[in-house]
């Protein structure tokens, strides 16, 4: 277990996997190091993003990808949680590590995820979501942040 997770293992406790169920998961990178701070590596994850989706495991509600790790909405489809993440994670890192010409881990182990109760607004949590560079001081206008998506836009 890393030092920087310590509770990694307590975030899979209670972990369920239910189709067509509103998931938002956040997974850092590897030491929070800020591999994702430039366009291409963190165009990476999103073209995995897009082929879960195009593959009929998630449909994709809301995201963004900050410097050091990602926020993701989703509808979870014809796959497990675990499957989904472990997916995105290991295809991203091989692609970010060979853009980069780097080796090594890219994302930190475990994530953490939340399954949305039905009643809970999820327009409004992908709003929280994509406001996320605003509230860490990276753009005063979320127009000029290009890592984040919505489907409602």
Not at 81 to 96: E, N, P
Request: hydrophobic fraction near 40%; charged fraction near 25%; glycine fraction near 4%.
């Amino acid at each position: 277990m890393e030092k920087n997770q310590p509770h990694s293992h307590a975030l899979r406790r209670g972990r369920v996997s239910l189709p067509r169920q509103a998931y938002l998961i956040t997974t850092c990178t590897h030491q929070r190091l800020p591999l994702l701070n430039s366009w291409s590596p963190a165009r990476c994850v999103v073209r995995e993003m897009q082929s879960l989706e195009n593959d009929g495991w998630v449909s994709s509600l809301s995201y963004v990808i900050m410097p050091d790790h990602l926020h993701w909405l989703f509808m979870l489809d014809q796959a497990q949680l675990d499957a989904v993440v472990k997916r995105l994670k290991g295809r991203s890192a091989r692609a970010i590590n060979a853009y980069l010409n780097r080796r090594g881990s890219v994302w930190q182990q475990g994530y953490h995820d939340r399954a949305l109760r039905r009643e809970e607004d999820v327009r409004s949590i992908a709003r929280y979501i994509v406001a996320n560079p605003l509230r860490a001081g990276l753009v005063n206008d979320i127009g000029k942040y290009p890592l984040w998506d919505a489907m409602w836009l």
